[in-house]
T-cell receptor
Framework: QKEVEQNSGPLSVPEGAIASLNCTYSDRGSQSFFWYRQYSGKSPELIMFIYSNGDKEDGRFTAQLNKASQYVSLLIRDSQPSDSATYLCAVGRGGGYNKLIFGAGTRLAVHP | EAGVVQSPRYKIIEKKQPVAFWCNPISGHNTLYWYLQNLGQGPELLIRYENEEAVDDSQLPKDRFSAERLKGVDSTLKIQPAELGDSAVYLC?????????????FGPGTRLTVL
């Protein structure tokens, strides 16, 4: 079992729709959770982080965390073609050192 | 503010040859990370530096990989000799600290092809 699992996709959504990206993790001691966006041939860039159970909203993005289910998700509202990228879920183990374990990423394709 | 700088951006070498990658982190960031990213995978940590000290190199294949961060700023990652399986993107990242609240900023990466 991988430590951080994501569906590789591609997830195809029409422009203007809500894209839902999911991630599960195996380490119950994980304390911090990150979503990175990576365009093809580019480096990862942080979109959002979440530490507490519940929802966290930032513009068109909402991160959701459920530690009991070991599940974190990213919702993208009003999806745009420019959102087409690979979305990487990363989990931090805490303990004073934020070593990130990355999932393999979900490729999102937003079509006009 | 300048981001993380890496060079070269691309490198093609024959197997068994040595290769080196250079990274300059964001000014003031004392924590530096080297990651390896294979196609279709997420980044995997190779080594982390706190200033000039390597504090987590458990994932670094020490038989052929080495790294240094002299003076706690720039860092170099070396492979000698390179193998076909080393073909990947090598990412450098930096952060202002190591707690869960410190964002890691990634450089553009070096794409290595070993022939």
């Amino acid at each position: 079992q991988k430590e951080v699992e994501q569906n590789s996709g591609p997830l195809s959504v029409p422009e203007g729709a809500i894209a839902s990206l999911n991630c599960t993790y195996s380490d119950r001691g994980s304390q911090s959770f990150f979503w990175y966006r990576q365009y093809s041939g580019k480096s990862p860039e942080l979109i959002m982080f979440i530490y507490s159970n519940g929802d966290k909203e930032d513009g068109r993005f909402t991160a959701q965390l459920n530690k009991a289910s070991q599940y974190v998700s990213l919702l993208i509202r009003d999806s745009q073609p420019s959102d087409s990228a690979t979305y990487l879920c990363a989990v931090g183990r805490g303990g004073g050192y934020n070593k990130l374990i990355f999932g393999a990423g979900t490729r999102l394709a937003v079509h006009p | 503010e300048a981001g993380v700088v890496q060079s070269p951006r691309y490198k093609i070498i024959e197997k068994k040859q040595p290769v080196a990658f250079w990274c300059n982190p964001i000014s003031g960031h004392n924590t530096l990370y080297w990651y390896l990213q294979n196609l279709g995978q997420g980044p995997e940590l190779l080594i982390r530096y706190e200033n000039e000290e390597a504090v987590d190199d458990s994932q670094l294949p020490k038989d052929r990989f080495s790294a240094e961060r002299l003076k706690g700023v720039d860092s170099t990652l070396k492979i000698q000799p390179a193998e076909l399986g080393d073909s990947a993107v090598y990412l450098c990242a930096s952060s202002a600290g190591t707690s869960g609240h410190n964002e890691q900023f990634f450089g553009p990466g070096t794409r290595l092809t070993v022939l």
